[in-house]
């Protein structure tokens, strides 16, 4: 045998009696120089990339994070709060954290901690509170019709969730867990045609849905209908000059802001533009059903529910005429669209 092989299984056996004296060390409770306390350490990172640029946008948008670690029985074990914005933007934010071995169920809600657009309904409490009561509520009032309404800005809502398997064998390991945003921003433009003076001051904007409920799985549980109404407007304009004429063209516009919960394909929320003046209906279109006309432009192959759950934010620009709503094009995310159903306005 020559001193290659005999170096090689040298080698092998000290690895091994390493080994077994590390294993056996941490059974009798003895610790070696440098060979740490025997635990089981768990890094816990998190990442914001489902959306619709595959891009992780975790340090850019997560201001809080809340993490609750549920074993096997479904029983909170522990929960881990951060609201430091320099911790989070620093692009290497983990929670540390020491796991006794068997399986865990890891939640996280993010952006949850300031309070203003949602609450959890569950205590969590440590030894009590149970995996199925984690629900999350989306603040809202009630107007004189006993109807439930958002007229403000919600704050992002992001969740996640991750299964653990924690084995008998010391060290520090590292785990990801990818976050989904819950919060939409929706921007619509009513844009005048006819080149008259359009006041979004005579217009009400609003999107009725029922989702403001929702489970430890991200899951929307059945809840009353909710009215979201804009929470700014303005009107604008701008020229435009026209290439072949030479000419100047005003283009007069209505802007209205409004910010909604999870939408689901299955459930389409109802956009409505009223007159403030007599209560009727200018434009009623399900808004679902009309942001995807242009999923192909973006990801032709992916599900109508994960493009909804990728995509943050909706600008759709609607064509006026005289104060009434050509229905046979619209502007969805910078894409013009044709449609011919005219059926729903």
Not at 29 to 35: N, Q, R, S, V, Y
Not at 310 to 326: A, C, H, I, K, P
Request: proline residues 1%; charged residues 25%.
């Amino acid at each position: 045998m020559n001193r290659v092989h005999i170096f090689r299984r040298v080698l092998l056996a000290s690895a091994m009696v390493v080994a077994m004296l590390a294993a056996s060390s941490c059974k009798d409770g003895l610790i070696f120089d440098g060979e740490g306390d025997c635990g089981i350490y768990y890094r816990i990172r998190f990442k914001y990339d489902y959306n619709i640029k595959f891009a992780d946008a975790f340090a850019n948008e997560v201001n809080s994070v809340a993490l609750y670690i549920f074993d096997e029985s479904d029983t909170l074990v522990d929960n881990i709060t951060t609201i430091d914005k320099q911790s989070l933007s620093s692009g290497t934010f983990e929670i540390s954290k020491e796991l006794e071995p068997g399986e865990y169920t890891l939640l996280a809600w993010g952006g949850l901690m300031n309070e203003e657009s949602f609450d959890m309904l569950a205590d969590a409490t440590v030894g009590e509170t149970k995996l199925v009561d984690m629900q999350v509520m989306m603040r809202r009032e009630h107007n004189d019709s006993g109807e439930a309404t958002v007229s403000k800005d919600l704050l992002p809502l992001y969740h996640g969730t991750l299964a653990l398997e924690v084995a008998d064998i010391p060290g520090t390991y590292t785990e990801t867990m990818s976050l989904m945003k819950d919060t939409n921003a929706v921007r619509i433009l009513l844009h005048e045609m006819s080149g008259h003076d359009v006041d979004a001051d005579k217009f009400i904007f609003e999107i009725k849905d029922n989702n403001g409920l929702y489970n430890w799985d991200n899951r929307l549980l059945e809840d009353e209908d909710i009215i979201y109404s804009a929470w700014y407007q303005a009107t604008g304009s701008a020229e435009m000059d026209e290439s072949d004429t030479r000419t100047v063209t005003e283009v007069n516009v209505a802007l209205a802001e409004l910010a909604i919960g999870r939408i689901r394909a299955d459930n389409s929320p109802i956009l409505h533009i009223r007159s403030r003046e007599t209560g009727e209906d200018l434009v009623r279109l399900p808004f679902a059903e009309y942001a995807l006309l242009v999923k192909g432009y973006y990801r032709g192959g992916m599900g109508d529910q994960e493009y909804l759950d990728r995509q943050d934010e909706y600008t759709m620009t609607l064509f006026l005429n005289e104060g009434e709503w050509v229905s046979s094009q619209i502007i969805i995310n910078g894409w013009r669209v044709v449609y011919n159903d005219t059926s729903i306005n």
